[in-house]
């Protein structure tokens, strides 16, 4: 029978379990610009910058935004918040950012699907918008190609990519992979192929593609629509597993970065006669990486979705920059670099003195790793409803207070039945 001390106890435990929670939800800034920080953005050198764009949650209050960050301090000096998503950024030069948004109004339902997705180029110094047009729904990525044509990855129920002539209004080419591959290739959360990426390859002769649900990175010929070689297999998920934002490193070798999401891992691969080599790897406490980029001093910059930042490591696995920014960041750019900085394969490092080439292990599959795996999954998935002020710690103490009270009420509910 529970007496009232007990109640009194249980009451008080849960009281404390709850206080850290509150007391996080009180002390939260979200990111702001200072005056001062706003001041440098017009005299910040392009060197300094890192580009960082946070998809957000399904609500208007989801933080969706384009941040620019003083790499140095890691303040923000810029941030474009009026869409609700915010998905792939090309830096185009010092002041010019090429990006992806939607703009799905605050007076509409969270999960309306009145939606319109726009590519916006826009001197981010200034704030003044030089191009905007509309997009299909979902897109992901757009690459500026030169004039005014660019290559779009449409991942609506056309699951196409291709070449848009904006002067023109024209779709001058198109590959439509419901032509080329089964039904039976694609399918899953998204749609049949679910694209996030396309890069221009040899000035345009080929592009280069990743269909999420495909497991596949792919470069097709532009002129053949051949598909000249492709990484991963569908549901081979020991090489990708719905994967995003693939970079091409070499030619000769083929040389790959990508980030392999659902693995929790960048990996690189070489391409050989008999198939391709795992040269290089990274997924120390990565939790559904979606962008990596290899910079040219043979450093990578990944985007770390679910842990909220962005962050560069060397060859050798050793953090040497981070930054925190909720909510689920999708690309990283250092625009001093330009549109993917294709920095150097593995291979080309390796007998460097000045870098550790040594491949980063991943975290085990054992019994243990598989339950915190369910747990972080469970955790990542109430992260799209919950307020972006609880954290991990916060969340395990709000996991075991509801735990502490449903026993509780359990016990309440057995004595209560006895006593009737």
Known sequence: MPTQKFRVSIFIVVLILLAPVATSGLMHEDLTVSKDANQRANDIPVEDVTFVSAQGKEFPTGQARLVAFDTATNKPV?????????????????????????????????????????????????????????IPPGTHDI?????????????????RVFVYDRSEDEVVWEYRFRKHFPKSAGG???????????????NGSAFLVSPRNFDRVMLIDRESKRVRWTLG???????LNEQHNPVLLSQDPVTVLVADSENNRVVEYEKTESGWKQTWSYGTGLDWPRDADRLPNGNT????????????????????????????????ERPVYGDEPSGPPIAELEGSDAVDTKAVGQDGNGLVARIDATYTYVYTTAQWVLPTWIGPLEFNLLVLAVLIVVLWGAVEVVHWRGWT
Do not use: C, Q
Request: avoid cysteine; charged fraction near 30%; glycine fraction near 8%.
């Open 301 to 332: 910059l990944i985007v770390d979705s679910n842990n909220n930042r962005a962050l560069e490591v060397t060859p050798g696995g050793d953090v040497v920059w981070k930054v925190k920014i909720p909510f689920e960041p999708y690309d990283v």
């Open 188 to 202: 899953g959360p998204g749609g049949y192929t679910h694209l996030n990426d396309i890069d221009a390859v040899d």
């Open 233 to 239: 297999e569908e549901d081979n998920y020991d090489i």
């Open 78 to 134: 810029w941030i474009h918040s009026k869409y609700d998503r915010y998905m792939d950024v090309d830096p185009l030069g010092e002041s010019r950012v090429l990006f992806v948004a939607r703009d799905g109004s605050m007076n509409k339902s969270a999960f309306s699907f009145d939606v319109t997705f726009y590519a916006i180029e826009m001197n981010w110094r200034t704030g003044t918008v030089l191009k905007k047009f509309e």
């Open 143 to 159: 690459d500026y190609l030169g004039g005014d044509r660019y290559a779009i990855a449409d991942l609506s129920k056309e699951n």
